[in-house]
């Protein structure tokens, strides 16, 4: 099994940066997509940024594209999300996730499913003060 940690949440100004780690035991062995999902109150959870392990390519969300970074470490053992320019409506909590899809090149259509995903780590929460 793949566990997750999430880790890095908190309360940041408009406009500055926060950075979100996850690490886990299994990426690459037995997830091949990880990515980061946030629900903000009374809105359903939906995909940030997702990445493929192998070729780590990294795909995102229109809402945080250009502002939001998603990567893992060499040793495949770390995703991080670099958030920049924060902005109150990311203000929500955020999960990281760990999933295998069948063939890679479904990574970038299929890494926005939560469906997609079988593992979870807790929840991180962001609050963005204005």
């Known amino acids: 099994d793949v566990q997750l940690q999430a880790s890095g949440g908190g309360l940041v100004q408009v406009g500055k940066s926060l950075r979100l780690s996850c690490a886990g035991s299994g990426f690459g062995t037995e997830a091949n997509v990880v990515g980061w999902f946030r629900q903000a109150p009374g809105k359903e959870r939906e995909a940030v940024a997702w990445?493929?392990?192998?070729?780590?390519?990294?795909y995102y969300s229109d809402s945080v594209k250009g502002r939001f970074t998603i990567s893992i470490d060499s040793a495949k053992t770390t995703v991080e999300l670099q958030m920049n320019g924060v902005e109150p409506e990311d203000t929500a909590v955020y999960y990281c996730?760990?999933?295998?899809?069948?063939?890679?090149?479904?990574?970038?259509?299929?890494?926005?499913?939560?469906?997609?995903?079988?593992?979870w780590g807790k929840g991180t929460q962001v609050t963005v003060s204005s």
């Open positions: 990445l493929g392990v192998s070729d780590t390519s990294a």
């Open positions: 996730a760990a999933g295998r899809v069948i063939n890679e090149w479904l990574i970038e259509r299929a890494g926005q499913r939560a469906v997609i995903y079988k593992y």
